[in-house]
C-alpha cells in the first residue's frame, strides 16, 4: 500500500531551448532537472509550482501562465510512498534566472539536454513534453538508478485525464 506526496516539476522553454537546474542538495541532488517540490499545505498544486519555480531560480510566473504538460507517478522498491509529480511548462516567465542555494539554472538546447546527468526516466517522457504533447507515465525504481518498470501514454489533454481520474 503506497501513501501519496504532491510535488511540483516547472520547465522554462523557449523555441529551442529548456532552463534546468543543477541540484546542488537534498533528494536528486547532483542531477539536472526542472525546478519544483512539495506543495504545502493550503496552497494550489500551481501555486506551489510558481513559489518552487521563485525559490529555486528567482524566476516569476503568473498561475495562468503554466500549462500542466504531464502526470509522472515514482514509486521506489521497499518505499511505501508514491511520488505524484505534476509536470509545468511554460514560455512566459519575468526576471533573469539565477543560482540559489539548491540550484543553478542554464540553458539548454533541445539537441544537447545532459540526459546522462539527470533522472534515468527523464530521457523517456522530456520528448512528448518537449513536442507539447500531454502525458501520463509512471515509474518503479530500485535505488535512484535503476528502473525497475514503466508505462508511458500519450494523452489528448491533461483536463481530460484529471476528469477520469476524479482528481484535481
Known amino acids: 500500500m503506497f501513501f501519496k506526496k504532491v510535488y511540483t516539476l516547472v520547465f522554462i522553454r523557449n523555441d529551442n531551448q529548456i532552463l534546468l537546474g543543477f541540484k546542488k542538495r537534498g533528494f536528486g541532488v547532483n542531477k ?3 525546478f519544483g517540490g512539495k506543495v ?3 496552497e494550489t498544486i500551481v501555486e506551489a509550482a ?9 524566476v516569476n510566473v503568473k498561475t495562468s501562465d503554466l500549462k500542466n504538460i504531464g502526470h509522472l507517478e515514482f514509486t521506489f522498491e521497499g518505499d511505501p ?4 509529480v505534476r509536470v509545468f511548462s511554460t514560455n512566459n516567465y519575468e526576471g533573469t534566472p539565477a543560482e540559489t542555494d539548491e ?3 542554464k540553458w539548454f538546447n533541445y539537441e544537447h539536454v545532459p540526459f546522462s546527468d539527470m533522472w534515468p526516466d527523464d530521457k523517456l517522457w522530456f ?3 518537449l513536442k507539447n504533447k500531454a502525458f501520463y507515465a509512471k515509474f518503479h525504481y530500485q535505488g535512484n538508478d535503476t528502473i525497475l518498470d514503466y508505462k508511458i501514454q500519450e494523452l489528448d489533454s491533461m483536463e481530460a485525464f484529471y476528469a477520469n481520474q476524479n482528481s484535481p
Open 81 to 84: 510512498m508514491l511520488m505524484d
Open 50 to 58: 510558481v513559489r518552487e519555480l521563485r525559490e529555486e531560480s528567482c
Open 32 to 34: 539536472w532537472n526542472g
Open 103 to 105: 540550484m543553478s539554472p
Open 40 to 42: 504545502e499545505q493550503n
Open 127 to 129: 520528448p512528448y513534453m
